[in-house]
């Protein structure tokens, strides 16, 4: 009790000391005026504590009287809050700067030793005009311009001066005097032409974060503009590329704009190498970003695809060609066990353009959003560069012409081309089908076939399933006298639920007709490859599945299509037609569709239309994914997620591909959430031919990454694999098995989870 009385007391005696103190505060009256409230401090963080930073350039202008390049840009964290302290760094950003222009404004004289053996000046280029990109800041070596010098405050900044400041609220401001310096090519500050800035946040801060930025304007308005110059579509690279890693200078920002900045089209580097007598060779490289994209792709072409149309002669002579024969052919570079240093994982045919490029069929009204007028350049042969990147000096590569103004270039274009009534062909010469009264290539004419069906006949007694084919291009019946050999695939699916295929895939006799179409009788009662008869799923109901396989004989540098001699052989080009697969009713109407986890799209934009070739020639072309099942889902191959997830080091398991796909990158193939487990197919999938054992649905779609040594240590593969089978799925067991498995994998990894652990939202 004596405590609480002593605690009264005490608060008493604080409640009259505050009374008293009140009082006297109250006696000191006014001072004056109160002061305003002063400004709420800044909410910003540091460079040297974020992880990751985004630019927004405000303005951007060039003063032709004082030589100075101004920039105002905002530097913030992902979540839009201000970064500081980017101005007391030591060396934080990249700027490059340049305007569009023409070839002929970056043009050099150059000599060469003419046929009589005399030293002449090529003065000026004859293979036609282009806008191309100028650098404003060249920078060269052995009298070569090699490229953009990027310019950087702590090199270029003049002493004395602040060329990098911080204006508050996350605001920078760059001042670049005297910015521009073209290394003598004949070209200035032109205000008619439309500017543009490539700014690069580069390893800043102690987290060494880097961001990019293009930023483009018509002096006239000091307005921002669309990029200038786009030839390709951003995903024609990221659609391989899987990631900024995956791509040289993939910290420069994996972008079109990025590479064209510094590679621009006059850039060209020096190139020395050894031939076989032990003699030096020297050569000059391209180093335009296109010169260097056609003699990667082509240095890094798969082995068996170098078999194909004239690879060896037309691209593969270094004699011809030393810049692929000395630097970037990856086969001649070997380590001492004789394996290529660099992977051969280029996964196209080399000439073929339109991999990249848009289609020649397409006008500048037709073009997509992303691209410029200039994406029609490729077809029109007025660039001999492009053709020597791929090809080097093969026939007549550095060709001149000489007038009354002097020696002008024209290289290979002088007679390949489409146009003027030359019927040579340069682009146009690459691919088939074309308009043009020009050469075509006769091995992609294969592509021009249609595969037709009908006549279907279903007899329920001998289990035997008949029906008419016809090969047809255009008007022009493709018959046996054209083609060597055809193989047609006869499968079923489910009405209702056609997510998979349902029989073993049967044998299929293809006879001639006297009218040139092919009869075909498939024995619908094979159980070859563990699933149930074709006949089982015709008699409960189930739509057919045709696909036909074959090549047919043209004639060289045409699609016009050429009998077979009396030895049954072509003496022209067999192209190779794997015809999409038709979805069929017996009645002959339209049946349900196999339904694919994946868009066959997504394949051609890395692996175009020939996907597979193998022994010099394609495995499969103008197919689909339904074609390619009919062996991988009903045959006795792996099913097509274990092969093509790559589950035993094939496809997308190799280790040399693994540098340009993420193998967590699940939209790389699948478009929005069918990659869900969801979008599982009802059915078993043979996980491993070789022992004949199967997955569970679900399972095996998880199993084919994770339960892979292609992906995963022994460790993780184990772990994976009991927990799999620890929820009711079967990773590698029988048929009969895999289908009975009641397994739950979906009930916690549904589309949500699975993009959230992928990283993919």
């Given at each position: 009790?004596?405590?609480?009385?002593?605690?009264?007391?005490?608060?008493?005696?604080?409640?009259?000391?505050?009374?008293?103190?009140?009082?006297?505060?109250?006696?000191?009256?006014s001072?004056?005026?109160?002061?305003?409230?002063?400004?709420?401090?800044?909410?910003?963080?540091?460079?040297?504590?974020?992880?990751?930073?985004?630019?927004?350039?405000?303005?951007?202008?060039?003063?032709?009287?004082?030589?100075?390049?101004?920039?105002?840009?905002?530097?913030?964290?992902?979540?839009?809050?201000?970064?500081?302290?980017?101005?007391?760094?030591?060396?934080?950003?990249?700027?490059?700067?340049?305007?569009?222009?023409?070839?002929?404004?970056?043009?050099?004289?150059?000599?060469?030793?003419?046929?009589?053996?005399?030293?002449?000046?090529?003065?000026?280029?004859?293979?036609?005009?282009?806008?191309?990109w100028?650098?404003?800041?060249?920078?060269?070596?052995?009298d070569?311009?090699?490229?953009?010098?990027?310019?950087?405050?702590?090199?270029?900044c003049?002493?004395?001066?602040?060329?990098?400041?911080?204006?508050?609220?996350?605001?920078?401001?760059?001042?670049?005097?005297?910015?521009?310096n073209?290394?003598?090519?004949?070209?200035?500050?032109?205000?008619?032409?439309?500017?543009?800035?490539?700014?690069?946040?580069?390893?800043?801060?102690?987290?060494?974060?880097?961001?990019?930025?293009?930023?483009?304007w018509?002096?006239?308005?000091?307005?921002?503009?669309?990029?200038p110059?786009?030839?390709?579509?951003?995903?024609?690279?990221?659609?391989?590329?899987?990631?900024?890693?995956?791509?040289?200078?993939?910290?420069?920002?994996?972008t079109?704009?990025?590479?064209?900045?510094?590679?621009?089209?006059?850039?060209?580097?020096?190139?020395?190498?050894?031939?076989?007598?032990?003699?030096?060779?020297?050569?000059?490289?391209?180093?335009?970003i296109?010169?260097l994209?056609?003699?990667?792709?082509?240095?890094?072409?798969?082995?068996?695809?170098?078999?194909?149309?004239?690879?060896?002669?037309?691209?593969?002579?270094?004699?011809?060609?030393?810049?692929?024969?000395?630097?970037?052919?990856?086969?001649?570079?070997?380590?001492?066990?004789?394996?290529?240093?660099?992977?051969?994982?280029?996964?196209?045919?080399?000439?073929s353009c339109?991999?990249?490029h848009?289609?020649?069929?397409?006008?500048?009204?037709?073009?997509?959003?992303?691209?410029?007028?200039?994406?029609?350049?490729?077809?029109?042969?007025?660039?001999?560069?492009?053709?020597?990147?791929?090809?080097?000096?093969?026939?007549?590569?550095?060709?001149?012409?000489?007038?009354?103004?002097?020696?002008?270039?024209?290289?290979c274009?002088?007679?390949?081309?489409?146009?003027?009534?030359?019927?040579?062909?340069?682009?146009?010469?690459?691919?088939?089908?074309?308009?043009?009264?020009?050469?075509?290539?006769?091995i992609?004419?294969?592509?021009?076939?249609?595969?037709?069906?009908s006549?279907?006949?279903?007899?329920?007694?001998?289990?035997?399933?008949?029906?008419?084919?016809?090969?047809?291009?255009?008007?022009?019946?493709?018959?046996?006298?054209?083609?060597?050999?055809?193989?047609?695939?006869?499968?079923?699916?489910d009405?209702?639920?056609?997510?998979?295929?349902?029989?073993?895939?049967?044998?299929a006799?293809?006879?001639?007709?006297?009218?040139?179409?092919?009869?075909?009788?498939?024995?619908?009662?094979?159980?070859?490859?563990?699933?149930?008869?074709?006949?089982?799923?015709?008699?409960?109901?189930?739509?057919?599945?045709?696909?036909?396989?074959?090549?047919?004989?043209?004639?060289?540098?045409?699609?016009?299509?050429?009998?077979?001699?009396?030895?049954?052989?072509?003496?022209?080009?067999?192209s190779?037609?794997?015809?999409?697969?038709?979805?069929?009713?017996?009645?002959?109407?339209?049946?349900?569709?196999?339904?694919?986890?994946?868009?066959?799209?997504?394949?051609?934009?890395?692996?175009?239309?020939?996907?597979?070739?193998?022994?010099?020639?394609?495995?499969?072309?103008?197919?689909?994914?339904?074609?390619?099942?009919?062996?991988?889902e009903?045959?006795?191959?792996?099913?097509?997620?274990?092969?093509?997830?790559?589950?035993?080091?094939?496809?997308?398991?190799?280790?040399?591909?693994?540098?340009?796909?993420?193998?967590?990158?699940?939209?790389?193939?699948?478009?929005?959430?069918?990659?869900?487990?969801?979008?599982?197919?009802?059915?078993?999938?043979?996980?491993?031919?070789?022992?004949?054992?199967?997955?569970?649905?679900?399972?095996g779609?998880?199993?084919?990454?994770?339960?892979?040594?292609?992906?995963?240590d022994?460790?993780?593969?184990?772990?994976?694999?009991?927990?799999?089978e620890?929820?009711?799925?079967?990773?590698?067991?029988?048929?009969?098995?895999?289908?009975?498995?009641?397994?739950?994998?979906?009930?916690?990894?549904?589309?949500?989870?699975?993009?959230?652990?992928?990283?993919?939202?």
């Amino acid at each position: 009790m004596m405590m609480n009385q002593n605690k009264i007391k005490h608060a008493v005696k604080s409640a009259i000391s505050l009374s008293i103190l009140s009082v006297a505060l109250a006696g000191c009256g006014s001072d004056g005026k109160d002061g305003e409230d002063g400004k709420p401090g800044e909410i910003a963080v540091n460079i040297n504590d974020v992880t990751a930073v985004k630019t927004e350039v405000d303005l951007a202008s060039y003063d032709d009287v004082s030589g100075t390049l101004t920039v105002d840009f905002y530097l913030t964290n992902l979540n839009g809050v201000a970064v500081t302290g980017l101005e007391e760094l030591t060396d934080p950003l990249r700027l490059s700067f340049g305007r569009m222009g023409t070839r002929a404004e970056a043009f050099l004289p150059y000599d060469i030793v003419d046929s009589d053996g005399n030293s002449v000046t090529v003065s000026s280029r004859g293979d036609g005009e282009r806008d191309i990109w100028l650098s404003y800041r060249n920078k060269s070596k052995d009298d070569l311009v090699t490229g953009t010098d990027n310019w950087r405050p702590n090199r270029n900044c003049p002493d004395g001066e602040q060329c990098l400041e911080y204006l508050g609220a996350g605001k920078y401001r760059i001042t670049a005097p005297e910015v521009i310096n073209t290394q003598g090519l004949d070209y200035g500050y032109d205000a008619t032409q439309v500017q543009g800035i490539y700014l690069m946040t580069y390893g800043a801060g102690a987290n060494k974060v880097k961001n990019v930025e293009a930023y483009y304007w018509e002096p006239a308005t000091e307005r921002p503009v669309s990029s200038p110059k786009s030839v390709l579509e951003n995903q024609t690279c990221t659609s391989c590329h899987i990631g900024d890693e995956h791509i040289r200078h993939g910290n420069y920002g994996n972008t079109a704009d990025g590479c064209l900045f510094c590679h621009t089209d006059y850039t060209q580097y020096a190139g020395t190498g050894i031939d076989d007598e032990g003699n030096e060779i020297n050569f000059t490289i391209d180093g335009s970003i296109k010169g260097l994209a056609h003699a990667i792709h082509t240095g890094a072409t798969e082995s068996d695809r170098r078999d194909m149309a004239k690879f060896g002669t037309v691209i593969g002579n270094a004699a011809k060609n030393p810049v692929f024969g000395y630097k970037y052919d990856r086969a001649a570079q070997i380590d001492e066990d004789g394996n290529p240093l660099k992977p051969l994982n280029y996964p196209a045919v080399t000439a073929s353009c339109e991999s990249c490029h848009v289609q020649y069929t397409e006008t500048e009204e037709t073009l997509p959003e992303s691209v410029t007028v200039h994406a029609l350049d490729w077809f029109k042969d007025m660039d001999a560069d492009s053709c020597q990147s791929c090809h080097g000096d093969y026939h007549y590569g550095g060709r001149t012409t000489t007038d009354d103004t002097g020696v002008s270039y024209v290289g290979c274009v002088d007679c390949h081309s489409s146009t003027d009534g030359n019927t040579r062909g340069g682009a146009f010469r690459h691919f088939a089908g074309h308009e043009k009264d020009s050469r075509e290539s006769a091995i992609e004419a294969g592509k021009l076939i249609e595969t037709l069906y009908s006549n279907i006949v279903w007899n329920t007694d001998t289990s035997e399933l008949s029906f008419t084919v016809n090969l047809m291009m255009g008007e022009q019946a493709v018959t046996n006298a054209h083609t060597p050999r055809v193989s047609v695939y006869a499968n079923a699916v489910d009405a209702t639920q056609p997510d998979a295929f349902l029989a073993s895939r049967p044998s299929a006799t293809v006879t001639p007709n006297a009218d040139g179409s092919f009869a075909v009788t498939v024995d619908a009662t094979g159980t070859s490859y563990t699933l149930p008869a074709l006949a089982d799923a015709i008699n409960n109901g189930a739509d057919l599945a045709l696909s036909a396989s074959f090549s047919a004989c043209f004639k060289n540098k045409e699609s016009t299509l050429v009998e077979l001699d009396t030895e049954g052989n072509c003496s022209g080009i067999l192209s190779a037609n794997a015809a999409t697969t038709e979805f069929l009713k017996l009645d002959g109407s339209q049946g349900a569709e196999r339904a694919s986890a994946v868009s066959y799209d997504n394949c051609t934009s890395c692996h175009n239309n020939d996907m597979v070739v193998r022994r010099g020639a394609p495995h499969y072309r103008n197919a689909d994914l339904h074609t390619c099942a009919q062996c991988h889902e009903a045959g006795d191959y792996n099913s097509m997620i274990v092969r093509v997830h790559g589950t035993f080091g094939k496809a997308h398991g190799r280790e040399d591909v693994q540098p340009l796909v993420d193998t967590k990158t699940c939209s790389a193939c699948h478009d929005d959430s069918n990659y869900s487990l969801e979008n599982a197919r009802s059915t078993p999938m043979r996980w491993n031919r070789k022992d004949e054992t199967f997955s569970s649905p679900q399972a095996g779609v998880c199993a084919s990454c994770h339960v892979s040594e292609s992906y995963q240590d022994s460790a993780k593969i184990n772990s994976t694999k009991s927990h799999i089978e620890s929820m009711g799925g079967i990773v590698a067991g029988t048929h009969e098995d895999a289908q009975m498995a009641n397994e739950t994998c979906l009930t916690c990894h549904n589309a949500e989870k699975v993009a959230e652990n992928h990283m993919l939202k």
